[in-house]
């Protein structure tokens, strides 16, 4: 499984775009990457998934560069609602083997 | 209904104590993940369950015993747990395990082992 490589913490303001990259340098042909939000005490939450290039749905943007050995969460435009831990993920295939990394950990400033 | 519950929310057993976590879907998923979480740790995968047959067991300590009776459903075990095992266990499902599929997380059942 690929082994993915988060920064631990970050701060930002209300109101501002937020980019969390991961890296996944061993990143296999068949793999996706795949993003989860989690507040405290709850259970993680599927944000986005992508393969390659870039994905975008009503709440996040993922950039993925040609190599795939890196991607990028970013997220517009943040509240105080999105404080929480953002976890990158990678792996495809047989029995969703997933493996969570360290996680980002989002607090925003008011 | 995109909803995974688990029973109980909060979970208090001592060292000799046999008890069980429950997980409930009705999206129709085939499978079913336990995973357990410490404070301030990403969460581990402990089992999973394809199609009600348990194919993944992440060398987890027999005290640790799943079961899923139905597609459905989804129960962990307890017996003899140690202090160490005190956290946070959640369950997962996904429609299959192509390994693209979106995990939907129930809220998880806290436990304390004393």
């Known amino acids: 499984l690929a082994k993915t490589t988060q920064p631990i913490s970050m701060d930002s303001y209300e109101g501002q775009e937020v980019n969390i990259t991961c890296s996944h340098n061993n990143i296999a042909t068949n793999d996706y990457i795949t993003w989860y939000q989690q507040f405290p005490s709850q259970g993680p939450r599927f944000i986005i998934q992508g393969y390659k290039t870039k994905v975008t749905n009503e709440v996040a943007s993922l950039f993925i560069p040609a190599d795939r050995k890196s991607s990028t969460l970013s997220l517009p435009r943040v509240s105080l609602s999105d404080t929480a831990v953002y976890y990158c993920?990678?792996?495809?295939?047989?029995?969703?083997?997933?493996?969570f990394g360290t996680g980002t950990k989002l607090q925003v400033i008011p | 209904d995109t909803e995974v519950t688990q029973t109980p929310k909060h979970l208090v057993m001592g060292m000799t104590n046999k008890k069980s976590l429950k997980c409930e879907q009705h999206m129709g998923h085939r499978a079913m993940y336990w995973y357990k979480q410490k404070a301030k740790k990403p969460p581990e995968l402990m089992f999973v369950y394809s199609y009600e047959k348990l194919s993944i067991n992440e060398s987890v300590p027999s005290r640790f015993s799943p079961e899923c009776p139905n597609s459905s459903l989804l129960n962990l075990h307890l017996h003899a747990l140690q202090p160490e095992d005190s956290a946070l266990y959640l369950c997962?499902?996904?429609?299959?395990?192509?390994?693209?599929?979106?995990?939907?997380f129930g809220p998880g059942t806290r436990l304390l082992v004393l």
């Open positions: 993920l990678v792996g495809s295939g047989g029995y969703q083997k997933v493996t």
């Open positions: 997962a499902s996904s429609q299959a395990t192509s390994g693209r599929e979106t995990q939907y």
